[in-house]
């Protein structure tokens, strides 16, 4: 419990008195300097009910500084932290714009500073709190309906309302502890998938935005049903795209590659092990090369990147991954230069080396995409074990692909890979969800273009083909390259599915 020399600020939102009108938002935005399009407070207009009970209420949005806050703990250079006072702060000097913390936001409360590249949000005007001030928000509320203070002493006027008064507070199944209470705050507008967001408004027609999507277009909403009226535009929907799709492509080829030699060794395959090492080595290096030109891409400040392991946070995963990264390319380059045969032990060794750290070059992403806890989908805790057996279905379709009269065995092998992989993609997609926006990413991936692509690309061509040329065709006679390319096809058509679905979902 903190004591009464580490404060816990927080907010509270008395809706009771909140007209709408702005001044937090054009206070926050002088007081930080900030370019048009960046909105660390903004308001929200929510419209529900019918004459003669139709009623507009107003709900000012920022970060909410949880106490258990996602953002930081994702955060791989520290650049977001927490201070003694409980602000969650913010340092863009430390920052390399990977955009991991706006993906475990769970309110969508942090940007990238189109001028800086580097991630920006409300910090409660830390600058003013150590001067003895209140955040500039709170300051210019004409009517007092933003109330700062103590979260931790009870004789503060903050606390006394929490206290005192029903309040409610934004996702608190996140688990995040958020420290913004609101006083009459309305659930359909503090959850997003409770409310419908109109394309036309009184104000004109809005711009569309990643949250718009085309597959999965909304029925016109029921007259008086809840109305997001007046909201900013989602910018931040997709922040991950076609790279970080990419990346978990080429991620599962680089570590299969080795992978699959390495689960052979059991089986005293040895011939078929070296033949597979005399192009996996330098085949995993390219393609952990490619991997890294992806992630460093992605970077708003790519500049910045060797920051992963020069700065390392460690609850992060892309810290972990990076290091991992790191000793497997280590490997694979002793691997190549040794050119040891699985028969002496230093060929034995690596080989097993590369196997061990190649199946965590194939699964950490699991445990990384789960640190974005705004995206339910991904918080599957089987996705480190099916992202596993993905790379086994990649590294024994590229092997087999190089060489289909020498590695022809692998095709046995790539059967069983497929047969154990699929079921964990119907599952992603058809099974049980714990919440209302796993559920809708889910739906979304069965309908549409999406669908076409499920049905078509990761279903049909990718997996089932292949399963069925493997059994009932013969596959030595030149046409290796085609189950295994649909193998490779399946992948990369899921992998595309999987990273964009959740993120077509408002997060606030």
């Not at 500049?303 to 000793?327: D, K, M, N």
Request: charged content about 20%; proline content about 6%; overall charge positive.
């Amino acid at each position: 419990m903190n004591s009464r020399k580490d404060p816990s600020y927080g907010f509270v939102i008395d809706n009771r008195s909140c007209i709408g009108c702005h001044a937090c938002t054009v206070a926050c935005k002088t007081e930080h300097s900030d370019p048009v399009g960046i909105n660390k407070t903004w308001v929200q207009y929510l419209e529900k009910g019918v004459h003669p009970k139709a009623e507009r209420s107003f709900h000012v949005m920022r970060c909410n500084h949880c106490a258990n806050a996602p953002c930081v703990e994702i955060c791989p250079t520290a650049s977001l932290s927490v201070r003694k006072d409980a602000i969650v702060d913010f340092d863009p000097a430390r920052c390399i714009g990977c955009k991991a913390c706006m993906q475990a936001c769970p309110y969508d409360a942090i940007d990238i500073h189109p001028e800086t590249g580097t991630a920006t949000k409300c910090n409660y005007c830390s600058h003013r709190v150590d001067a003895g001030r209140e955040p500039a928000c709170a300051v210019v509320c004409p009517t007092g309906a933003i109330v700062t203070g103590d979260l931790s002493n009870p004789e503060s006027r903050i606390a006394r309302l929490v206290a005192g008064e029903p309040t409610m507070v934004r996702k608190p199944e996140k688990g995040t502890l958020p420290k913004i209470h609101y006083i009459e705050g309305h659930v359909e507008a503090l959850d997003p998938l409770a409310s419908h967001r109109p394309q036309r408004t009184l104000w004109g027609e809005r711009q569309t935005d990643g949250t718009d999507d085309r597959t999965d277009i909304p029925a016109e909403p029921a007259r008086g049903a809840p109305t997001r009226s007046y909201d900013i535009q989602q910018r931040h929907a997709l922040s991950w795209g076609w790279k970080v799709s990419a990346y978990l492509w080429t991620k599962s080829v680089a570590a299969g590659v080795v992978m699959v030699p390495a689960l052979l060794l059991p089986f005293e395959r040895r011939s078929l092990i070296d033949g597979a090492l005399d192009s996996a080595w330098l085949l995993a290096l390219i393609f952990m090369a490619i991997t890294g030109a992806l992630l460093v891409g992605d970077l708003k400040k790519p500049e910045r990147f060797l920051w992963v392991l020069l700065r390392p946070q460690w609850s992060s995963w892309l810290v972990r991954g990076a290091y991992g990264i790191t000793v497997y390319n280590g490997i694979l380059l002793l691997g190549i230069l040794l050119k040891s045969s699985v028969s002496s032990w230093p060929g034995l060794i690596i080989l097993i080396l590369g196997g061990i750290f190649g199946t965590f070059v194939a699964a950490y992403s699991g445990w990384l995409f789960g640190q974005a806890k705004g995206r339910d989908f991904w918080q599957s805790a089987l996705s480190p074990l099916h992202l596993t057996l993905q790379a086994f279905v990649a590294g024994a379709a590229t092997l087999w692909l190089l060489d289909p009269s020498g590695l022809g065995e692998l095709k046995g092998w790539l059967l069983i890979f497929l047969i154990l992989e699929t079921p964990f993609v119907l599952l992603d997609v058809h099974g049980r969800h714990s919440t209302e926006a796993a559920r809708r990413a889910a739906k979304s991936i069965l309908v549409g273009h999406r669908g076409r692509l499920y049905w078509l690309g990761a279903l049909g061509l990718g997996r089932l083909i292949p399963i069925l040329w493997i059994v009932f065709l013969d596959s030595d006679k030149g046409l290796a390259a085609v189950p295994a390319l649909l193998a490779l096809l399946g992948i990369a058509v899921w992998e595309h599915l999987w990273v964009e679905a959740p993120q077509r979902l408002p997060l606030a």
